[in-house]
């Protein structure tokens, strides 16, 4: 028999035995979806938090007192007994590094409320203060208006520049330069808008608004924790900048040689890394729990393999008797496995992937196809059919001839 003709009578045989067919491909839809599923769930998160993650602008790192990511509680509780990185900190850095570019101080506050007149926001307006190169290393561009200048910063001017998200909800039909609005009680002049910059994992990047560093310490107390950003003068130099700014912080800081560090330095990179990472081993626990699931669908496959076997005995009997050759029966129950399993593997690819989704349209973020994870569940499932369906076409490929044509 041509190849045509196996999976012609492969099909024909699971369309003769629909029940049994679809009892069988039940084990190996739940097993392709769980891995399917869970894989799309995450690709979803990773590709959002990592486009949250890379808010910093190229070649940029950040220096600050607590992990971004914190592995466990000792690590943040060891993180929050540090002392805070004050502002003469950050000025004798600022005046020290040598291989920066911008250099921005940012200290930040959430849970407040912008409201011009009538119209406010709700409670969940993140305030960042910043100076005035902290523009270019936090990535903002400005839609209109301008940013700040150093006469903001040595005046401590009360001006503002509101994300696009809080702009629209305070200043609906526009006018919203050179008007005033309170930012967490306090009355500001509003001189830019930023460019809007979407969402990620179900957060508004919008929902923020700016002020001058100078300005924020004299509203909200001088002691505050600051966070230092450094833009490199040039991507060859960018390790070197680390590697100068670890150690300026470490002589302002006074930490002894031979201790850790008392603050943490992150970019983009080695944020994305760190969670690719953690996301690394969730991916393989998950995949071994449902490798584990497609294992026992096989030996279900196995089983109704066999079954399948012993009901059409005397077919088998028919065929040999006619001329089929061992290896014809082989193919043809071989196939029947291989069939079975990738009709499940399909559909369990496709409930997983919508399956996987619903996180998109939980968060509100885009929607993936995991292709690489697709392709996996796809071949495994052959690699299955294969692995459990060649014992029972063996033994359908060794029957006597005479013998099953006695079979009853």
């Not at 069988?24 to 998160?45: E, K, N, P």
């Not at 305030?127 to 040595?154: K, L, V």
Request: net charge neutral.
């Amino acid at each position: 028999m041509n190849f045509g003709e196996i999976i012609s009578i492969a099909l024909f045989a699971i369309r003769s035995n629909k029940l049994r067919s679809v009892l069988t491909l039940l084990g190996v839809v739940v097993g392709v979806f769980s891995i399917i599923a869970v894989m799309t769930a995450v690709q979803v998160l990773q590709s959002s938090i990592e486009s949250g993650l890379s808010g910093l602008g190229s070649d940029t790192f950040q220096i600050q007192r607590i992990p971004l990511i914190v592995a466990n509680h000792k690590q943040w509780h060891d993180a929050m007994m540090r002392k805070k990185i004050t502002m003469d900190e950050a000025q004798k850095f600022t005046q020290r590094i040598k291989l920066a570019q911008y250099i921005g101080i940012e200290s930040s506050t959430g849970g407040h409320v912008v409201q011009v007149g009538n119209l406010k926001t709700n409670p969940n307006i993140t305030i960042f203060a910043e100076n005035a190169e902290g523009m270019y290393t936090n990535n903002w561009s400005i839609a209109e208006g301008r940013p700040f200048n150093q006469g903001d910063m040595e005046t401590a001017q009360k001006v503002v520049i509101m994300g696009a998200e809080v702009a629209k909800k305070v200043f609906p039909n526009g006018g919203a330069i050179g008007s005033y609005a309170r930012v967490g009680g306090f009355r500001y002049r509003v001189i830019g808008l930023f460019d809007a910059q979407g969402s990620s994992l179900g957060g508004n990047n919008d929902n923020f608004v700016a002020i001058p560093l100078v300005t924020y310490l004299e509203e909200y107390g001088r002691y505050r924790d600051l966070h230092l950003m450094v833009k490199a003068k040039s991507p060859e130099v960018f390790n070197d900048a680390i590697d100068e700014a670890r150690y300026i912080m470490r002589v302002i800081r006074n930490v002894p040689p031979g201790s850790d560090d008392d603050f943490e330095i992150f970019s983009n990179d080695s944020l994305i890394s760190t969670f690719n990472d953690f996301t690394f081993y969730v991916k393989l626990g998950i995949g071994f729990i449902s490798f584990i699931a497609l294992l026992a669908a096989g030996v279900g496959i196995m089983n109704i393999m066999l079954v399948s076997v012993t009901e059409r005995t005397r077919e088998i009997g028919i065929r040999k008797a006619v001329g089929a050759r061992k290896s014809s029966i082989l193919s043809q129950f071989v196939a029947e496995a291989i069939v079975l399993c990738q009709i499940g593997g399909i559909v369990g690819i496709g409930l997983g992937i919508l399956a996987g989704n619903l996180v998109a349209i939980a968060f509100n973020i885009p929607a993936v196809f995991p292709v690489n994870w697709a392709l996996i569940g796809f071949f495994l499932c052959s690699f299955i059919g294969v692995a459990f369906g060649v014992y029972p076409a063996w033994k359908a490929a060794n029957l006597d001839p005479i013998d099953s044509l006695r079979y009853e």
